[in-house]
C-alpha cells in the first residue's frame, strides 16, 4: 500500500479558512464599491499568459521570479505577476471595444516565487486602480482620491500618501550634481531605501556604490530632507532651491484637485519617494499609515504615472496612472487596528433537529426563515440538543431555534438567543418577522 | 530592434472586459447571498498545490489534463484542477480549526489542458458547496434545496435537478443481469451518455463495449425509460421492478425533505443519470434547462454524495455531499433567456470638464456625488463638450453634469438625463438628492 500523501500547502502559499474569509471578503466588498463610486469598472484576465508577454518587464530580478513553464501545446507560458502587464496587453488588444479613457479595477491574485516571509507570500491578491489615455493632473488625482477614499472606507484614520514626481526628482539630483542617467538611477535606487536603510545607509550607498563625493551627499541630504505636513509650503521650498519645473507645476494642480476631492490633508510632498521600478513618468507616490501600531509595515497602497508601459504591445505610447494596494498588508493592518470583525462566521440562526421525524419540521422552518432572509443553518446531524447548541455556538451563530414535537403541534418555535441568554417562544407564522427582530435593526 | 511582441490571450482563456464583467459580477454576488442564505461559509484555496495532492484523483484522463511543472524549489506542482480535491485536502490538514459538519463554498477559476469547445475553456470558474461529516439525507436534501434556490434567485424558470443514487442504480444492473463491478461500471458509463449518443448509441454501446445480449439491453432499456415529472410513481415503479433497497429509501426521504423547502417540483427521478466520475457512493444528479432555448446546454448544475473521496489525506472515512454550478456555462444560459443586464458599465453620472479652470469645479462636484453615494466618473481629459458626452454614452452613464463657468457663479449645476433626453438644472446644495431622485428609486 502506497505510504499516505501528507496533506500540506505548497511554501509560500495559504489557506483561507471562513474564520479567515468574513473579514477578507467584507474588505474586498469595500474596494470594490470605492472604486465603483468614483467610475472605475471592472477588468478580469487570465492566470496565464504567454511568457513572452511577461517576460523583460519586471527587471531581470523579476524575471526570475516568474512561475514559468511549458504547456501541453509546447508554449511558453507564466503565471500573471502582477496586473499591469496584462492591462497593457487587454489594451492593445482589445483597444476598439473600450471607452476611453480606460477606467478600470482589478482585483486578482498574482504569483512570484519570491522568499517566503513575514507577511510576504508567493500568491498574493492585488487591487489595482487605473486610468489609461488620459495624461492631465485630472487623472493623477482620480487615482488618488480613489486610494485613499478605499482607506477611508475601510475605517483607516491617518493614513497619508507620500507624493513625488520623477522631473522633481531629476530636478532635485541635477542640483545636487549627480550626473548622467545611470548615476542618477542609481542615487534613485540608494534614496528608494531610505524608509528601509536610514539616512546612515543611504549616505554609505551614495558615497560607496554611487561614488559621490560628500559635498554632493550634502546637498541631497538638504534637499531630501524637505518635507512636512504643509505640501505647498514643501514645494515653495524646493522650488527655492532648484526652480520651478514640470514636476512641481504638476504636483502643485495635483493638490488643489485633491483639496477639492477633501483629501488635502491625505497627501504629503516627499522628495525621497523613488519607486523602485524604473518605468514611472510623472508623479509618483507610497502610502504610509501613521498609527504607530502599523507605522512599520511599510507602504500599503503605491504607484504612479507610467506613460511608457501601456503602449508597449502597440505602436503608441499611451499615458497612464494607477495605483496598486496590497490587500493583505492591508489586512493585516486593519486586523492590527481592531477594523476588521472576524468574529461570525456562521449563519445568523441555526435550526436543530430533533429526530429523524423532525427533520421535514426543521427544514420547513429554515426554509421559512431563508424566505425573510436570514441567514440559517438546518443541521444535517441529529442527536442531543445540547451538541447542536454547542456546534451552533462554535460557528458563531447568532440564534438556535428548537421545534420538538410538542412545538410542531403548537405551531410555535423555541428561539435561544445565545448572545443575550434570552428565550423568545414565536408563533410560526410570525417566526420571520419575529427572529428578523431579534437579530435587531437590518 | 526587436519585433514587437504580438497582444494575445493563450487558446482556451480570456479576457472579461467590463462589459462581460458587469452582468457575471452580479451573477457571482447572487450566488453568493444564495450560498449565505443557506448557512455556507466562503473558503479559499491556492491555485497551485503539490502535484501528488492532485495527481491519481480525476482519473487518467485528468491526470493528462492537469497543467503541471517543477517549480524554484525542485518541487511538483500543479494548478488546481477542481475544488473538491483542495476540500479534502484543507479538512484533513485543519480539521481541529473547523466546524463540524463543515459547510462550504467556494468560487474560484480551476484550470484543464482540455481541447478548447464552443463553451468548454481551459479556465474556468467552479462554484461548489459542500457539506462535509453528514452522512443523512438532511445534508443531501440541504445540498440539493441550495442549488435549486440559486437558480431560482438568477431568476431561471423551469430548472430541474434529475436524481437517482447508486445503490439503486446497481440494484437496476442487477435486475438487469449485467454481473461483476467492471461489467456494471462499463454499462454505467454507456448509460452516462445516454444524452448525448441518446438511446440508439448506448445500445450499441452496451453490446459493443460491455458485451450485454440483447434480452438484457431490453431489460436495462425498460428500466432506464422509467422516469418522470411525479417522482414518487417513479420510484414506486422502480421499487415494482427491483424491490425497495437503500436507495429508493433514501430518495424518498431526500423528496420529502425538498418538499418541504418548497423545491418539490425542481426534482425528477431519472434513473439514467450515471456520472462520469467514479467517486460517488449515494445520490447523484445533474441539472437541466427545461426552456428550449437553452435545453442544449446539458448539465450547469450537478453532484452528489462522495463518502470515500474527503477522507483520502486522513486515517477515516468522512460522509459528503456536494454540488457544483459550471458558472460560465450557466451565464451563457442567462444571456441566452435575456436574464442577464450587461448594458451599464459606467458610472451613474458623468462629470464634465469644460476646460483647465473648471477641473477643480468639476472635482467638487464629482466628490458631492460620490458622498451621495452616486457612482460618478470626472472626465480626465477636457476639450468639445460634444466629444465628452460621447464618451458618457459609449460607457452607459445615464446623467451627465455640466458646470460651466456661469453655472459656477450662480451655484448651479446643468444635469442632462440621456436615457431620456432631459435637462435639469440643480442647486448646487441640493445636488446629491436631486441626483438620486433623477436615478430613480435605489
Known amino acids: 500500500m502506497a505510504s499516505p500523501i501528507s496533506p500540506r500547502t505548497l511554501k509560500g502559499f495559504r489557506d483561507y479558512l471562513p474564520q479567515d474569509m468574513i473579514g477578507r471578503r467584507a474588505m474586498i466588498r469595500t474596494i470594490e464599491a470605492a472604486f465603483n463610486r468614483h467610475g472605475f469598472a471592472p477588468l478580469d484576465t487570465p492566470a496565464l499568459e504567454y511568457a513572452e508577454i511577461l517576460t523583460g518587464k519586471y527587471g531581470d530580478e523579476g524575471d526570475k521570479l516568474l512561475y514559468r513553464f511549458t504547456d501541453h501545446g509546447e508554449r511558453e507560458v507564466a503565471l500573471r505577476y502582477d496586473l499591469t502587464v496584462p492591462l497593457a496587453r487587454v489594451f492593445a488588444q482589445h483597444k476598439g471595444a473600450l471607452p476611453l479613457p480606460f477606467r478600470r479595477y482589478q482585483i486578482a491574485p498574482v504569483w512570484r516565487a519570491d522568499k517566503p516571509q513575514r507577511g510576504r507570500f508567493r500568491e498574493f491578491m492585488q487591487c489595482d486602480v487605473d486610468i489609461v489615455g488620459a495624461a492631465g493632473p485630472m487623472a493623477d488625482a482620480e487615482v488618488l482620491g480613489t486610494g485613499l477614499a478605499v482607506l477611508s472606507d475601510l475605517g483607516v484614520r491617518g493614513a497619508r500618501i507620500h507624493l513625488n514626481h520623477r522631473a522633481l526628482l ?74 520651478a519645473n514640470e514636476g512641481t507645476v504638476r504636483l502643485r494642480e495635483v493638490l488643489a484637485l485633491l483639496d477639492a476631492a477633501g483629501h488635502g490633508d491625505g497627501v504629503q510632498i516627499d522628495p525621497t519617494i523613488a519607486r523602485g521600478l524604473d518605468y514611472y513618468t510623472g508623479v509618483i507616490y507610497e502610502t504610509r499609515l501613521t498609527d504607530p501600531k502599523v507605522a512599520s509595515m511599510g507602504a500599503v497602497m503605491s504607484g504612479g504615472r507610467y506613460d511608457g508601459l501601456i503602449g508597449m504591445f502597440g505602436k503608441d505610447a499611451v499615458p497612464a496612472v494607477g495605483i496598486s494596494l496590497g490587500l493583505d498588508r492591508l489586512l493585516a493592518a486593519l486586523r492590527e487596528l481592531g477594523l476588521v470583525d472576524d468574529a461570525n462566521h456562521g449563519a445568523e440562526a441555526f435550526v436543530t433537529v430533533f429526530n429523524a421525524d423532525g427533520r421535514v419540521e426543521a427544514m420547513r422552518v429554515a426554509t421559512e426563515l431563508r424566505a425573510a432572509g436570514v441567514s440559517a443553518e438546518v443541521s444535517t446531524i441529529e442527536g442531543k440538543l445540547a451538541k447542536q447548541f454547542k456546534r451552533a455556538d462554535r460557528r458563531g451563530c447568532r440564534l438556535v431555534l428548537v421545534v420538538g414535537p410538542d412545538d410542531a403541534a403548537a405551531g410555535t418555535v423555541v428561539v435561544k438567543d445565545l448572545t443575550r441568554g434570552a428565550q423568545t417562544i414565536a408563533a410560526r407564522a410570525e417566526l420571520g418577522a419575529c427572529v428578523l427582530e431579534l437579530l435587531g435593526a437590518r
Not at 524608509?195 to 551614495?206: N, Q, T
Request: hydrophobic share 50%; no cysteine; proline share 0%.
Open 170 to 243: 531629476t530636478a532635485l539630483l541635477d542640483h545636487a550634481g549627480v550626473a548622467g542617467d545611470h548615476g542618477q538611477l542609481l542615487a534613485l535606487r540608494a534614496i528608494d531605501k531610505w524608509d528601509k536603510i536610514g539616512e546612515a545607509g543611504v549616505r554609505k550607498e551614495l558615497a560607496g556604490g554611487v561614488g559621490l563625493d560628500a559635498a554632493a551627499i550634502d546637498r541631497l541630504m538638504t534637499v531630501f530632507s524637505t518635507t512636512g505636513a504643509d505640501s505647498v509650503a514643501t514645494l515653495d521650498a524646493l522650488e527655492a532651491l532648484v526652480g
